[in-house]
């Protein structure tokens, strides 16, 4: 395994340089560069080590090193390198707990036996190495790539127990669609003759197609086979196997500038094929299928305008897309988040949710996730509702807790709340009271696997005084987590304010089928 580094002042260098050879330029820039210490590493892996053409691909881990969610990005035709410079996914998705992964298919034009092992065996290698919820991987492709991941997802859902990973959502960026469209635009360029560059290529592409699995007119049967989708069937086809999946197909319709650069119409392009997938993966009653019109023209990093360029996708916006898709919780956009479990709160009252254990305590043994309800009147003295809290703590793995271990967990939470609401409001040494917290096992509630009862004596930073809280604490049912509800609240239990979390937490359903 090798290591790079990249940052985006480096980018701007590479984008420079892009027409040079790329990946000695990467090592020579990024490796000696004085600004690799705060830039992100970048590791080439080999997953198939008898293939010494390309049989690598480069992943870039979150800054969290928390992975949530995985984005395996394939390109066509070049080396996995010369994605870099062309987008900010990873930057974006470094941000966000996305384990980015760009691969090459190499020459491959379609999803054939030996693509699908191709991509199987990236997959795996991911999985293996990086340990990460096989049920929040997202699959993308460039170009012909594209199609590419289309019809893999499609083959992850029709045969489920051959593969490692089903993608729970794909994305294309001007890609081919309709095998049989593509045969038949490759002849209507070379027929043109308009423009060189797309005679070649359309030269090119049939030439391969030709080779290797003869013409669309002689082994239609292939073809159907290995394209994701065919207009010219009004029957379901391989899409089918997409109703359940989030798509999006990306592209630049500035039609004029094909029209004035390139001699194409609508029907010479990716377009109307893309948006007869997408319109009939909707009626089918897939409501995640999106065509996305890009909001910018495409241009690659060296400047040069091109409508299959990269830049079409919009990173911010679209990590913001897997990362719902995925449904895995995004501390930058809590609310986003659709929550596996029932948690209702009473009316009026406001909720946060984050990372545990927050930054305030930071000696917390256990990790994972917690949503805090709050009332209207929490931060004020005169209601009923002042310094109550009702929170769900979401924590990782099946964890073994009791009255001590519990009461231990209580005591440096609110430890590190109150030292850092002491520090923000400057409250003197003085002030501080010890943090101590005691509970004892009662008749377990329904519901609970154990409920315990108990009291906090802790400071109210707002009014500077000692307080002690009474404290209820549900612990739940969960497959991959332990969901620990924790209710507080200086007002005794026979108050009206405990029914009202009461009533939440006996309406608590977690759902023990989620991997969140």
């Not at 005679?199 to 391969?208: E, G, K, R």
């Not at 990269?310 to 990173?315: A, L, R």
């Not at 948690?343 to 305590?361: G, L, V």
Request: aromatic letters at 12%.
């Amino acid at each position: 395994m090798e290591l790079l580094y990249l940052c985006p002042e480096l980018i701007i260098k590479t984008k420079q340089m892009f027409k040079k050879k790329l990946t000695k330029l990467f090592i020579i820039i990024l490796v000696s560069s004085p600004l690799a210490a705060k830039c992100q590493l970048i590791e080439k892996i080999s997953f198939d080590a008898s293939d010494s053409t390309g049989g690598y691909y480069l992943a870039v881990r979150p800054a969290s090193n928390n992975i949530k969610g995985v984005l395996v990005l394939l390109n066509s035709f070049r080396v996995p390198e010369s994605m870099l410079p062309e987008t900010r996914l990873h930057n974006v998705g470094y941000a966000n707990n996305i384990l980015t992964v760009f691969a090459s298919m190499n020459f491959k034009l379609y999803a054939d036996s030996a693509a699908v092992l191709r991509i199987n065996a990236i997959m795996q290698d991911i999985v293996t190495r990086f340990s990460p919820d096989t049920a929040k991987f997202a699959l993308a492709g460039h170009d012909f790539a594209g199609s590419i991941a289309l019809r893999y997802t499609e083959l992850t859902y029709e045969h489920l127990e051959q593969y490692p990973v089903q993608p729970k959502a794909v994305f294309g960026v001007d890609c081919p669609i309709d095998l049989f469209s593509v045969w038949h635009c490759c002849e209507r360029e070379i027929k043109k003759n308009f423009y060189g560059g797309t005679v070649s290529d359309a030269t090119l592409f049939l030439n391969a197609m030709k080779n290797e699995k003869g013409t669309i007119y002689d082994n239609a049967n292939t073809y159907k086979k290995l394209t994701p989708f065919n207009h010219d069937v009004d029957a379901p086809g391989n899409e089918r196997f997409l109703k359940t999946v989030a798509v999006r197909l990306y592209y630049d319709n500035d039609i004029e500038w094909q029209l004035k650069n390139r001699g194409n119409g609508l029907y010479d392009s990716n377009i109307p094929d893309a948006t007869e997938l997408i319109s009939r993966l909707m009626l089918a009653g897939n409501k995640n299928a999106e065509f996305v019109a890009a909001k910018r023209p495409g241009y690659r990093a060296n400047g040069t305008r091109s409508p299959n360029a990269m830049s079409i996708v919009e990173e911010s916006e679209c990590i913001d897309w897997v990362s719902r898709k995925l449904n895995f919780f995004n501390p930058n956009n809590p609310l986003a988040w659709a929550a596996p479990y029932t948690f209702p709160m009473p009316q009026d009252w406001t909720m946060e949710r984050a990372i545990f254990p927050p930054s305030f305590s930071p000696n917390s043994k256990y990790k994972g996730f917690e949503e805090i309800h709050f009332p209207p009147g929490w931060g004020d003295i005169k209601t009923e509702d002042y310094w109550t809290v009702s929170y769900l703590f979401r924590l990782d793995g099946k964890q073994k807790l009791d009255a001590i271990s519990i009461a231990d967990f209580i005591k440096i939470y609110f430890e590190g709340l109150i030292a850092d609401n002491a520090r923000r409001r400057n409250i003197p040494a003085d002030k501080i009271v010890p943090i101590s917290a005691q509970l004892k096992k009662t008749i377990t509630e329904q519901g609970d696997i154990e409920t315990y009862t108990g009291m906090v004596n802790s400071l109210d930073y707002m009014a500077v005084v000692p307080i002690t809280f009474n404290c209820r604490v549900h612990i739940k049912a969960g497959r991959q987590q332990t969901p620990v509800l924790i209710e507080i609240s200086p007002k005794p239990f026979d108050l009206p304010i405990w029914q009202a979390m009461e009533k939440t937490v006996q309406v608590f359903n977690n759902d023990l089928n989620s991997n969140n």
